[in-house]
């Protein structure tokens, strides 16, 4: 059964932390995803990346970087976290370029920044 | 401008038919439309996805306009379990997914 897996379901950080938000995928996908979701305002992408190191902006990059150092593990960073982070954020991949492939989410990570 | 647009909910009674509309006026030729829906606390699910035609599997059918500017997902028979907030996706080459804003499905015993 394929899986995209996120390390952790709940968090709760201090401003000015680090954090490292993991996303594991076993499908030998070459897309990965980062999201946040937050009510009223939906999915936002954050970051993507299409190959191991490689990586693309989203709608709303400030505040955040990613990791890919293998092609399963696809990692956001909060450099400094802020209240205005606190949010659910969704992994996701896909098997690779072209319109039609199945996009495999993760379950989820919710994170509190107080 | 990429947009997906869909109502915010909709309401159904149980074993009825539902059907749930969306609207990308300025999709491509080749850009598929996705359907997942999102229970709460929980990642979103595959509900269908097509590109032309109509598609059917045993979750849902998905009702492509001819012009491709809306689709239509259609549940035959709505259950309690059918109850989640149903994105439409617009697949951008696989690089650039479009979420709509999702509908929330109430459904009624």
């Known amino acids: 059964d394929v899986k995209v897996t996120q390390s952790s379901r709940y968090l709760v950080k201090r401003t000015g932390e680090k954090v490292f938000l993991e996303c594991v995928q076993d499908?030998?996908?070459?897309?990965m995803f980062w999201y946040r979701q937050d009510p009223g305002l939906g999915l936002r992408l954050i970051y993507f990346?299409?190959?191991?190191?490689?990586?693309e902006k989203g709608d709303i990059p400030e505040g955040y970087s990613v990791s890919r150092e293998k092609k399963e593990r696809f990692s956001l960073i909060l450099e400094s976290a802020s209240t205005n982070q606190t949010s659910m954020y969704l992994c996701a991949s896909t098997i690779g370029q072209g319109s039609g492939n199945t996009i495999y989410f993760g379950e989820g990570s919710w994170l509190t920044v107080v | 401008d990429a947009k997906t647009t869909q109502p915010n909910s909709m309401e159904s009674n149980e074993e009825e038919p539902v059907h749930l509309p969306c609207n990308h006026s300025t999709i491509s030729g080749t850009d598929y439309i996705h359907w997942y829906r999102q229970l709460p606390s929980q990642g979103p699910e595959y509900v269908i996805h097509?590109?032309?035609s109509n598609v059917n599997n045993r979750m849902a059918s998905l009702a492509i306009a001819e012009d491709r500017k809306s689709s239509t997902l259609i549940l035959h028979r709505a259950t309690l379990r059918d109850a989640a907030v149903y994105y439409c996706i617009w697949d951008n080459y696989g690089q650039n997914f479009v979420f709509g804003p999702g509908t929330r499905l109430s459904v009624l015993p």
């Open positions: 499908m030998d996908h070459e897309n």
């Open positions: 990346s299409y190959d191991v190191k490689m990586k």
């Open positions: 097509g590109l032309t």
